[in-house]
């Protein structure tokens, strides 16, 4: 699986975690939690679809060096953006922050399920 694919499937993953855990909040506490919930889901999911675009996206003439400023900046500006979503997320919604921090979190495993179902698929191509 190539690197925008796999970014591709984190993204969706942790889309279809953050809306199962909203659907179980807003279910179970109301639309305040499912909400907030959301908004940890996008807290996970913004910065992820940033970082790809910044050191995911190539042009032919880049050099090694190039490759990877792209990634240290995708990262930093990953972390810049998941604390100001957060920053954000803890105005709107104190009173609601562990649906927030919850499905954050749980999106957060997305890249280790990823991880794993390339890990598998690997293991499987051999035979």
């Given at each position: 699986m190539s690197g925008p694919a796999q970014a591709r499937a984190v993204c969706l993953a942790q889309l279809?975690?953050?809306?199962?855990?909203?659907?179980?909040?807003?279910?179970?506490?109301?639309?305040?939690?499912?909400?907030?919930?959301?908004?940890?889901?996008?807290?996970?999911?913004?910065?992820?679809?940033?970082?790809?675009?910044?050191?995911?996206?190539?042009?032919?003439?880049?050099?090694?060096?190039?490759?990877?400023g792209a990634v240290f900046r995708g990262e930093i500006g990953k972390i810049g953006l998941t604390a100001v979503l957060f920053w954000v997320g803890v105005m709107l919604f104190a009173g609601q922050f562990l649906a927030l921090l919850v499905t954050f979190a749980a999106c957060q495993l997305?890249?280790?399920?990823?991880?794993?179902?390339?890990?598998?698929?690997?293991?499987?191509?051999?035979?």
């Open positions: 279809g975690i953050a809306a199962l855990i909203a659907a179980a909040c807003g279910g179970y506490y109301g639309v305040s939690h499912a909400v907030a919930s959301l908004w940890g889901g996008l807290t996970a999911i913004l910065p992820t679809v940033y970082f790809a675009w910044r050191a995911l996206v190539r042009r032919p003439q880049e050099t090694p060096t190039d490759v990877v997305a890249w280790w399920l990823v991880l794993a179902r390339v890990g598998f698929d690997k293991r499987n191509d051999g035979n």
